[in-house]
């Protein structure tokens, strides 16, 4: 019998945390939320330390970096809306990473929405809402009045069409990872040729791996190059209209790329690991779920309903780095030091027993859920994931006549690191369907896409892991 991960040496640390830790010197004994004992079930590991330590948990990850881990529901609510106490600016740091450390990249500071407070957040966002809606105003006026939608509805087609015929495939390789990448991709102006090695190195960035820094670094200067296009050549897209706004700030050029730059890698990043992982989990509650099934095919459930319980049981970022305390302050009875991380718990939040004593129980109405966060910094993207995966789902119902599982439901695995979750795999059959006759390009206006670099140039190097 194999000793459970909440019990493993390598996850409860008998000598406590490391030396330098603010909770060392507190003699408070954490945990270790990395490693293959815990993430071959973190949902175990997360109820234990709720169990040993209440709603907030002192934890150490990877690199022996400590952290409190927050899992009450109340608790989380509470830190994402009181950014003067718990700031997203990892200046505020306590500590120094070391050179190389994976968590980089999760929290190197950068003139970022997602990393700023205050005035500065709401400049920085309100360039890229605007971007968003400014797009997607022009596209709905281009393209008879559905927008972005129309676009995911043909794509969605396109891909389906490479294995409708075949009678097999499987859902995550050749849709769920695909569709979210390539309708992001095209909204920036890339070109689609760079979706198969971004769809590695996107995972990569945020999964806490050792070659995360690399796998970053790698997106960022593909998107500088796209900028420096956009720069010289506008085009339809959300990068050309980040510029526009940011030349009415009047920024240095060097400071306007960089700015350009690191939002587009924001918004690609997080835009494909909420939505890919959304698509993916949905689809393998309609196939393997009875009571789901059934509740869809009766009426009972409507397709967002549907996409709004995998948001409450199945959340994309089941963890999110991270929070800094500005001041010393308690905290579900703990007390957090001026500069000590915390890292929110979005899964563990969702089934908080408090506010979800019966898990089997439907959250249909209910979309209180933290799976987008809330506060200042909610997701501003959550309705263009929803809307990637209501219409993708839709398009696969109505091409693929019995689909169902090829594989028994146990053997449909899923992998989580620190702040990703995703499924391997989702092998699914159905009725053979011939290749649709007389489809079109893609509906709208089209993007100026940037080109694929010739050999020699820097990008290429940046979309491979060698």
Same mark, same amino acid.
């Given at each position: 019998?194999?000793?459970?991960?909440?019990?493993h040496p390598?996850f409860?640390?008998?000598?406590?945390?490391p030396p330098?830790?603010?909770?060392h010197?507190?003699?408070?004994?954490?945990a270790?939320?990395?490693?293959?004992?815990v993430?071959?079930d973190?949902?175990?590991?997360?109820?234990?330390?709720r169990?040993r330590?209440?709603?907030?948990?002192?934890?150490?990850?990877?690199g022996?970096?400590p952290a409190?881990?927050i899992?009450?529901?109340?608790?989380n609510?509470?830190v994402m809306?009181?950014?003067?106490l718990?700031?997203?600016?990892?200046?505020?740091?306590?500590?120094q990473?070391?050179?190389?450390?994976?968590?980089?990249?999760?929290?190197a500071?950068?003139?970022?929405t997602?990393?700023?407070?205050?005035e500065?957040?709401?400049?920085?966002?309100?360039?890229?809402?605007?971007?968003?809606a400014?797009?997607?105003s022009?596209?709905?006026?281009?393209?008879?009045g559905?927008?972005?939608?129309r676009?995911?509805?043909?794509r969605?087609?396109?891909l389906i069409d490479?294995f409708?015929?075949?009678?097999?495939?499987?859902?995550i390789?050749?849709?769920?990872?695909l569709?979210p990448?390539?309708?992001i991709?095209?909204?920036?102006?890339?070109s689609?040729a760079?979706?198969?090695?971004l769809?590695?190195?996107?995972?990569?960035t945020?999964?806490g791996?050792?070659t995360?820094?690399?796998?970053?670094?790698q997106?960022?200067?593909?998107?500088?190059?796209?900028?420096?296009?956009?720069?010289?050549?506008?085009?339809?897209?959300i990068t050309s209209?980040?510029?526009t706004?940011?030349l *009415?700030?009047?920024?240095?050029?060097e400071?306007l790329? &960089? /700015?350009?730059? $690191?939002h587009? +890698?924001?918004?690609?990043?997080?835009?494909h690991?909420?939505t890919?992982?959304l698509l993916?989990s949905?689809?393998?509650?309609s196939?393997?779920?009875?009571r789901?099934r059934?509740?869809?095919a009766?009426?009972?459930?409507?397709?967002?309903?549907?996409?709004?319980?995998?948001?409450?049981?199945?959340?994309?970022?089941?963890?999110?780095?991270?929070?800094w305390?500005?001041?010393?302050t308690?905290?579900?009875?703990?007390?957090?030091r001026?500069?000590?991380l915390?890292?929110?718990g979005?899964?563990a939040a969702?089934?908080?027993?408090?506010?979800?004593?019966?898990?089997?129980?439907?959250?249909h109405?209910n979309n209180?859920?933290l799976?987008?966060s809330?506060g200042?910094h909610?997701?501003p993207?959550?309705?263009?994931?929803? *809307?990637?995966?209501s219409?993708g789902?839709?398009?696969? &119902? /109505?091409r693929? $006549?019995?689909l +169902?599982?090829?594989?028994?439901?146990?053997?449909?695995?899923e992998s989580?690191?620190?702040?990703?979750?995703?499924?391997?795999?989702?092998?699914?059959?159905?009725?053979?369907?011939?290749h649709?006759?007389?489809?079109g390009?893609?509906?709208?206006?089209?993007?100026?896409h940037?080109?694929?670099p010739q050999?020699?140039?820097?990008?290429?190097?940046?979309?491979?892991?060698?």
């Amino acid at each position: 019998m194999t000793t459970p991960p909440y019990e493993h040496p390598h996850f409860a640390s008998k000598s406590g945390p490391p030396p330098g830790c603010p909770a060392h010197a507190r003699g408070i004994e954490s945990a270790r939320l990395y490693g293959p004992e815990v993430e071959a079930d973190y949902t175990a590991a997360e109820e234990a330390l709720r169990k040993r330590f209440g709603p907030v948990a002192p934890v150490t990850l990877q690199g022996d970096v400590p952290a409190w881990l927050i899992l009450g529901y109340r608790e989380n609510l509470e830190v994402m809306r009181n950014p003067s106490l718990f700031t997203r600016d990892s200046r505020h740091w306590n500590i120094q990473l070391d050179e190389g450390s994976p968590l980089a990249p999760l929290t190197a500071w950068q003139p970022l929405t997602n990393l700023t407070d205050g005035e500065e957040h709401t400049r920085l966002r309100a360039a890229v809402t605007q971007s968003l809606a400014n797009f997607s105003s022009r596209q709905e006026s281009e393209s008879g009045g559905h927008g972005v939608h129309r676009y995911v509805v043909w794509r969605s087609h396109q891909l389906i069409d490479q294995f409708a015929a075949r009678g097999s495939a499987d859902l995550i390789s050749e849709f769920a990872d695909l569709l979210p990448l390539r309708v992001i991709s095209r909204l920036l102006g890339l070109s689609e040729a760079h979706v198969p090695a971004l769809v590695d190195s996107v995972r990569d960035t945020i999964s806490g791996s050792a070659t995360a820094v690399t796998s970053s670094e790698q997106i960022t200067r593909l998107l500088y190059d796209l900028v420096a296009l956009k720069r010289e050549v506008p085009g339809h897209d959300i990068t050309s209209r980040l510029i526009t706004h940011k030349l *009415g700030e009047r920024l240095g050029e060097e400071h306007l790329r &960089q /700015e350009v730059a $690191e939002h587009l +890698r924001m918004l690609l990043t997080a835009t494909h690991s909420t939505t890919a992982p959304l698509l993916g989990s949905t689809l393998r509650m309609s196939l393997s779920d009875r009571r789901f099934r059934g509740h869809l095919a009766g009426g009972q459930m409507t397709l967002p309903t549907a996409v709004e319980q995998v948001l409450w049981d199945s959340p994309p970022f089941p963890r999110l780095v991270g929070r800094w305390a500005t001041a010393d302050t308690d905290l579900a009875e703990q007390r957090i030091r001026k500069g000590d991380l915390l890292v929110h718990g979005l899964a563990a939040a969702n089934r908080d027993p408090k506010i979800r004593p019966d898990l089997d129980e439907p959250m249909h109405g209910n979309n209180a859920h933290l799976s987008f966060s809330a506060g200042p910094h909610e997701c501003p993207g959550k309705n263009l994931a929803r *809307g990637i995966v209501s219409a993708g789902i839709d398009v696969l &119902q /109505e091409r693929l $006549e019995g689909l +169902r599982l090829a594989v028994p439901t146990s053997e449909v695995h899923e992998s989580q690191a620190l702040m990703s979750r995703h499924l391997d795999r989702l092998p699914v059959t159905f009725t053979p369907r011939p290749h649709r006759a007389g489809v079109g390009g893609p509906p709208g206006a089209q993007p100026q896409h940037a080109p694929i670099p010739q050999s020699g140039t820097a990008t290429p190097h940046a979309l491979s892991h060698g």
